[in-house]
């Protein structure tokens, strides 16, 4: 197991990371919109 392939490793699960964070806060945020859509 070479320090390269760690590094690789280790930067692809950034970006999942980054991407599923991102995906969350999306969700969050329309959840957010919907129920005050309906409260109005």
């Known amino acids: 197991m070479s320090f390269q ?3 690789i ?3 692809n699960d950034l970006k999942r990371l980054k991407s599923l964070k991102r ?3 999306y969700n969050i945020q ?3 919109l919907y ?3 309906r409260i109005s």
């Open 5 to 7: 392939f760690l590094k």
């Open 30 to 32: 329309l959840n957010e």
């Open 35 to 37: 129920r005050l859509e």
């Open 23 to 25: 995906q969350l806060f």
């Open 9 to 11: 490793c280790f930067n």
